[in-house]
């Protein structure tokens, strides 16, 4: 029996999920986590085969969460979802130790798929997002400077783009506030912005958020 843990901060989201997978009969659904923190706990706790990883999530979010879990267990493998397809966000996640990467518009047989391929030890991407990160690969003076960010510098930038204040995140990311400034410093240098607001346009003109966000 594979057993898999679900982790976004929707309700509808992971009920959703859990109906497409609990009818497979070798999978068994153990727990579920609103957040990075409590997918963290959870997996120490239940040690699970599978993680279904929302990366857009409150507190320490699903990449930070997938780097501890990673840290923490060999044998638990995870599976991040996005609504992004475009790079940084496909190749941040898998740099960061995730088997697999599907956005949040896979097909049911996809995501099932998905599971039996990293239990297997097997690297699963969806097609598209896979031929996107080629594509970055091999063309080093992309146009999309979040490319040139680090995994704590995008995970700044993402949180400065929803409003977030400094002091709560850096108690997200459990560093202090000077911490956050000169990572934001680095970032806006790299990105040639100099407010939040010039990098909330920035970050959706490369489809990093939503339009509804600013």
Request: with cysteine; proline share 4%; net charge neutral.
């Given at each position: ?7 976004d ?36 706790k ?37 609504m ?69 510098e ?61």
């Amino acid at each position: 029996m594979i057993k898999i843990i679900l982790a976004d901060d929707h309700d509808l989201v992971r009920r959703g999920i859990r109906r497409i997978l609990e009818d497979v009969v070798d999978f068994s659904i153990i727990a579920e986590a609103k957040n990075g923190e409590d997918a963290v706990q959870l997996c120490r706790k239940n040690a699970p085969d599978v993680v279904l990883m929302d990366v857009n999530m409150p507190g320490i979010g699903g990449l930070e969460a997938t780097k501890r879990i990673v840290r923490m267990s060999e044998n638990t493998r995870v599976i991040c979802l996005s609504m992004h397809k475009e790079s940084p966000i496909p190749m941040q996640v898998m740099n960061a130790g995730a088997f697999g990467f599907l956005t949040k518009d896979a097909e049911p047989e996809e995501v099932i798929r998905a599971i039996h391929k990293v239990v297997a030890g097997q690297k699963y991407i969806d097609s598209e997002v896979a031929n996107s990160i080629a594509i970055d690969k091999l063309s080093p003076n992309s146009d999309n400077p979040f490319n040139d960010l680090s995994d704590r510098e995008l995970s700044i930038a993402l949180r400065l783009t929803k409003g977030k204040r400094v002091p709560d995140i850096a108690t997200e990311l459990s560093i202090n506030a000077k911490t956050v400034n000169t990572y934001r410093y680095r970032m806006f240098e790299k990105l040639g912005v100099t407010t939040d607001v010039e990098l909330s346009h920035l970050a959706l003109r490369h489809k990093l958020i939503d339009s509804n966000l600013l």
